[in-house]
């Protein structure tokens, strides 16, 4: 499974803008790149994906580099709920590819009032 | 509508002791995955399911690990002779067709807690 590395925190203050890096120099052309996060006891939420084109939805957007090598969740204002794990994974969703998420250890996101 | 749901919510055993984790999936839903997640790590992934046929177990970390899900809706994840290092919070998630590259949708878990 290819792998992904992220800082193990962040910090944000309530309403600015938060980018969530994540490196994953070994992508290949198959892999989407999927985010989820795990608020306190509870189990992971499906937030954005996406394969080469930057993606918004009503949660996030996703921009991905060029050479798929990197990619930023961004949370346009942080607010005290989106305290929680952030978790990328690639997922290869090729004939033969494995179905399951494979998470890492995510970026614990801590927002300040 | 309703979201995966496990029971029970919590679980303490004693060392040695059998135990059963129910997933009750999304309604419709034809993939469904078992995680374990120890203290402070991120999900491990345990088994997989497509309706009732089992295709991946890779993830079972001996044979005192052992899932079913008979009729292709509720699964059961159980565990015989219980040992200290099971305790974790045991996760489920559906999906409505894993090939389509569909989002997991998780229940909040089951935290096992073994003396």
Known sequence: DAKTTQPNSMESNEEEPVHLPCNHSTISGTDYIHWYRQLPSQGPEYVIHGLTSNVNNRMASLAIAEDRKSSTLILHRATLRDAAVYYCILRDVSQGGSEKLVFGKGTKLTVNP | ?115
């Open chain 2, 1 to 115: 509508g309703a979201g995966v749901s496990q029971s029970p919510r919590y679980k303490v055993a004693k060392r040695g002791q059998d135990v059963a984790l129910r997933c009750d999936p999304i309604s419709g839903h034809v993939s469904l995955f078992w995680y374990q997640q120890a203290l402070g790590q991120g999900p491990e992934f345990l088994t997989y399911f497509q309706n009732e046929a089992q295709l991946d177990k890779s993830g079972l970390p001996s044979d005192r690990f052992f899932a079913e899900r008979p009729e292709g809706s509720v699964s059961t994840l159980k565990i015989q002779r219980t040992q200290q290092e099971d305790s974790a919070v045991y996760l489920c998630a559906s999906s409505p067709n894993v090939a389509t590259n569909e989002k997991l949708f998780f229940g909040s878990g089951t935290q096992l807690s073994v003396l």
